[in-house]
C-alpha cells in the first residue's frame, strides 16, 4: 500500500523557517522523482520544488528559489522541503508527490498545513 505522509506544518511568524518531511512506504522511493506543490483555497495547486530520484537534479519555482531548499534521504524513504525566509503569501497547504513520469504513475499525500503571519 502506498502512501506519503507529510508533516512539520504550522504557524509560523513571517521570515521564520520550517522543515517539511514526507515519509515513503510501498513503492521503490529511490525509483521516484519527488515534488512538493502548495495550494490556497480557490487556487490550482503550484508546483514549488522537484528532486530527481537519486537527489542529483533539483528545480524551484520563481517565487521560492534561494528560500526553500528539497532533498531527499533515499536510505529512509523521506523527502524534505527546508523553507527559509517565510512570507505571509507562502501560507498554503503543502502536498509532496511522487512520480514516474515513464509509467504516468503518481502519487499524493494528504498535505500539511503552512501559515505564515504575525
Known amino acids: 500500500q502506498v502512501q506519503l505522509v507529510e508533516s512539520g506544518g504550522g504557524l509560523v511568524q513571517p521570515g521564520g523557517s520550517l522543515r517539511l518531511s514526507c515519509a515513503a512506504s510501498?513503492?521503490?522511493?529511490?525509483?521516484?522523482?519527488m515534488d512538493w506543490y502548495r495550494q490556497t483555497p480557490g487556487k490550482e495547486r503550484e508546483l514549488v520544488a522537484t528532486i530527481s530520484g537519486l537527489g542529483g537534479r533539483t528545480n524551484y519555482a520563481e517565487s521560492v528559489k534561494g528560500r526553500f531548499t528539497i532533498s531527499r534521504d533515499n536510505a529512509k524513504n523521506t523527502v524534505f522541503l527546508q523553507m527559509n525566509s517565510l512570507k505571509p503569501e507562502d501560507t498554503a497547504v503543502y502536498f509532496c508527490?511522487?512520480?514516474?513520469?515513464?509509467?504516468?504513475?503518481?502519487?499524493w499525500g494528504q498535505g500539511t498545513q503552512v501559515t505564515v503571519s504575525s
Open positions: 508527490s511522487a512520480r514516474r513520469d515513464e509509467f504516468h504513475i503518481r502519487y
Open positions: 510501498g513503492f521503490l522511493f529511490s525509483t521516484y522523482a
